[in-house]
């Protein structure tokens, strides 16, 4: 499932491999974006520039100087990332707007296409050109909108607000669970959203297919982050602590 209440710094890039052009999807969380997007601008620079000096002596999937955990970023080449959509505070509004450069057209780009055909009345979501310079705050906007190439990447952000930010205590002590939208519904259609006017066409080769977000677990993991950690969902999971979140 897509948990969409959660996707204030997520970001659903599409690729493709050099071998065999198979689609594949990375949904990328960044740490610290809250201190100038350290995270995202992290990950577009060791994407481009690391280079690892000294291999870890007992596992080549680790890197010792400089120090990197996992290396499995590395197999991530830029230029073969097409699709770029993140969902930026999408939690307090049901009003929603989908930001890309003005020099991207629908007419001759089918991802944002599907993004734009399907219900988006319904949804209550705006289709907002910028020059891509005047996207709005994001990770996109500070790590990745420099090094886009528009004829063959394309970059979309999904928010609440249009210009200026209609949540006043946006990355503060005071932006908690009661500063959100708590209707999950609203949560489940943007995540029926994504996955149906973006993954699914993007991804699926058997027209028979049907996919469907399970709106019930939505909430079952909305509460569990949000509310109380020490729920049963997430009980049942071994490497998570049980630890309250502050109400």
Same mark, same amino acid.
């Given at each position: 499932?897509?948990?969409?209440?959660?996707?204030?710094?997520?970001?659903?890039?599409?690729?493709?491999?050099?071998?065999? %052009?198979?689609?594949?999807?990375?949904?990328?969380?960044?740490?610290?974006?809250?201190?100038?997007?350290?995270?995202?601008? %992290?990950?577009?620079?060791?994407?481009?520039?690391?280079?690892?000096?000294?291999?870890?002596?007992?596992?080549?999937? %680790?890197?010792?100087?400089?120090?990197?955990?996992?290396?499995?970023?590395?197999?991530?080449?830029?230029?073969?990332?097409?699709?770029?959509?993140?969902?930026?505070?999408?939690?307090?509004?049901?009003?929603?707007?989908?930001?890309?450069?003005?020099?991207?057209?629908?007419?001759?780009?089918?991802?944002?296409?599907?993004?734009?055909?399907?219900?988006?009345?319904?949804?209550? #979501?705006? !289709?907002?050109?910028?020059?891509?310079?005047?996207?709005?705050?994001?990770?996109?906007?500070?790590?990745?909108?420099?090094?886009?190439?528009?004829?063959?990447?394309?970059?979309?952000?999904?928010?609440?607000?249009?210009?200026?930010?209609?949540?006043?205590? $946006?990355?503060?002590?005071?932006?908690?669970?009661?500063?959100?939208?708590?209707?999950?519904?609203?949560?489940?259609?943007?995540?029926?959203? #994504?996955?149906?006017?973006? #993954? $699914?066409?993007?991804?699926?080769?058997?027209?028979?297919?049907?996919? !469907?977000?399970?709106?019930?677990?939505?909430?079952?993991?909305?509460?569990?982050?949000?509310? !109380?950690?020490?729920?049963?969902?997430?009980?049942?999971?071994?490497?998570?602590?049980?630890?309250?979140?502050?109400?």
């Amino acid at each position: 499932e897509i948990i969409a209440s959660l996707g204030s710094n997520t970001s659903f890039i599409s690729s493709t491999t050099n071998n065999n %052009k198979q689609k594949e999807l990375l949904i990328t969380l960044f740490d610290s974006e809250n201190y100038s997007n350290v995270g995202s601008r %992290k990950f577009i620079d060791d994407l481009l520039h690391f280079n690892c000096t000294l291999p870890h002596k007992n596992d080549f999937n %680790k890197c010792h100087i400089p120090f990197q955990s996992d290396l499995a970023f590395t197999n991530i080449t830029w230029s073969n990332i097409s699709h770029i959509l993140e969902l930026k505070q999408i939690g307090l509004s049901s009003n929603l707007y989908l930001h890309h450069s003005n020099t991207i057209h629908a007419n001759n780009n089918t991802f944002l296409n599907n993004l734009l055909s399907y219900k988006m009345n319904q949804l209550h #979501i705006k !289709d907002q050109a910028n020059d891509l310079n005047d996207l709005p705050p994001s990770s996109s906007q500070a790590a990745f909108s420099s090094y886009i190439n528009e004829e063959n990447q394309t970059l979309l952000i999904l928010t609440d607000h249009q210009k200026e930010y209609i949540n006043p205590y $946006y990355h503060s002590a005071a932006d908690n669970r009661l500063n959100i939208n708590n209707d999950t519904n609203h949560l489940c259609h943007i995540a029926t959203y #994504i996955l149906q006017a973006a #993954i $699914y066409p993007f991804f699926n080769t058997n027209q028979s297919l049907q996919l !469907d977000i399970n709106c019930l677990r939505l909430n079952e993991i909305y509460r569990c982050l949000i509310e !109380d950690i020490n729920c049963n969902l997430f009980n049942k999971i071994p490497d998570i602590k049980s630890t309250s979140l502050k109400q």
